[in-house]
């Protein structure tokens, strides 16, 4: 290789590598030069070899007008920082991008304050909740990452029998917050899963034979829209974006509180039972048989194909929604060979039972 080159080439990728600290505050496109030995006019962010770390100039100049913007009670993060990874971070290795910053509001006031720089900058940006979106894009970003992990209130209000619930937490959290009062909300199923995305993309839960999706047994938003405005979102002050919202996610604003009506609840009854893959031809036609024939509503079941210790296995979540289930109702399920068993539990020990986090990071 010319030697020239080598120069050039190790040069101007040291200087980046080197260098990232004390560059970020002063970055530039318009200053910021390679060696003048190799051309004026190449830029180091114009070699195809150097991997951009810093990403957009543009948008990093955003990151840090949005940090000089918000109040003390949020915060914004660059690629060094352990926070940052923790925010992009998703369920599904291949939905997360690594943006130039990633921004944790921690008021709704200051959202909104976000919400007005980004929207006069016209920058990219994604919103994420739990990461569980499986679609790169849906709530990463090569730009602006938003998480709202500071939005984690969990009120249960026993007068009107409602609970106030916030996108940062997983449902997980929010289980574990109610259990003392002997109440839920229709929420995820298994561990981990967010509420944000969840509650604006459907939500099918645990008790919706009973109670229908989780967007029916919600009262009221409060939103964050495109350009910055607070509202309040229900039946009465905007019905057709409360109708919007239920299946809309992020095409109508951000969504910083939830308020949704509590159900009663006791302890369940159910557990996982997990099968060898030789009998997959037994278990769906059992689980085909409890879809036609199950009418009780409060019985459940979900049946998932699960990557455990380099094999395939099978499980059937099983949940009954009271403490003891009548006889014969997972009958066609236990009669197959299986590990695991159906037990009288908590609703959060069940949510919890899933295996679906050992697979995390495995997609
Ligand atoms: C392991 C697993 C189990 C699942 N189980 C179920 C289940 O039992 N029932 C069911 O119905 N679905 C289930 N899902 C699907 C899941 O509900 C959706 O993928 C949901 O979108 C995930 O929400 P999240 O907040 O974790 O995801 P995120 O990736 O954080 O967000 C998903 C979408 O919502 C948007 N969004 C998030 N928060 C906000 C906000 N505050 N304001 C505006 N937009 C926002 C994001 O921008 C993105 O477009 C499951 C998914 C996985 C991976």
């Known amino acids: 290789m010319n030697l020239l080159w080598k120069f050039c080439i190790e040069f101007v990728i040291l200087l980046p590598l ?24 190449f830029t180091i962010f114009d070699n195809p070899l150097i991997p951009r770390i810093l990403g957009n100039t543009d948008t990093l100049q955003i ?8 109040s003390y009670e949020s915060q914004v993060f660059y690629l060094y920082d352990p926070r940052y990874y923790n925010d992009i971070h998703h369920y599904s290795i291949s939905s997360t991008n690594f943006s ?39 709530s990463s970003t090569k730009d602006v990452h938003i998480s709202m992990l500071r939005f984690s209130q969990v009120n249960y209000n026993p007068t009107d029998q409602t609970v106030d619930v916030g996108p940062g937490l997983v449902w ?18 298994v561990s981990n899963v967010g509420v944000g995305g969840f509650l604006l993309g459907g939500g099918y839960g645990w008790k919706s034979n009973q109670y229908g999706l989780s967007i029916d047994t919600i009262l009221e938003y409060e939103l964050v829209t495109p350009n910055g405005t607070i509202i309040n979102v229900n039946n009465k002050t905007y019905p057709d ?27 369940v009854y159910g557990g996982v039972l997990l099968y060898d893959f030789l009998e997959i031809n037994n278990i769906l036609n059992a689980a085909v048989n409890f879809q036609h024939n199950n009418q009780d509503p409060k019985a459940q079941i979900l049946c998932d194909f699960t990557s455990l210790g380099g094999s395939v296995a099978i499980n059937i979540i099983a949940f009954y929604d009271a403490p003891i289930a009548p006889p014969n109702t997972f009958d ?10 159906l037990q009288t539990r908590s609703f959060l020990s069940l949510v919890q039972a899933s295996p679906v986090v050992i697979t995390e990071n495995m997609r």
């Open 18 to 41: 080197t260098n990232t600290l004390s560059i970020i505050p002063t970055l530039n496109r318009n200053t910021i030069y390679s060696n003048s030995l190799c051309n004026q006019n």
């Open 63 to 70: 990151c840090h007008d949005i940090e000089n913007a918000i």
């Open 100 to 138: 130039v910053c990633s921004v944790e509001p921690g008021t709704t006031n200051d959202l909104a304050i976000i919400m007005k720089i980004i929207g006069k900058n016209r920058v990219p940006f994604g919103i994420k909740s739990g990461g569980h979106s499986l679609n790169p894009g849906f």
């Open 172 to 189: 997980n959290d929010v289980y574990k917050q109610l259990q003392p009062f002997n109440v839920s909300v229709l929420g995820g199923r």
């Open 241 to 267: 974006l409360f109708f919007g919202l239920k299946g809309g996610l992020n095409n109508f604003g951000i969504v910083t509180n939830f308020k949704m009506r509590a159900l009663p609840q006791t302890l």
């Open 332 to 341: 066609i399920f236990t009669s197959i060979g299986h590990l695991g068993k």
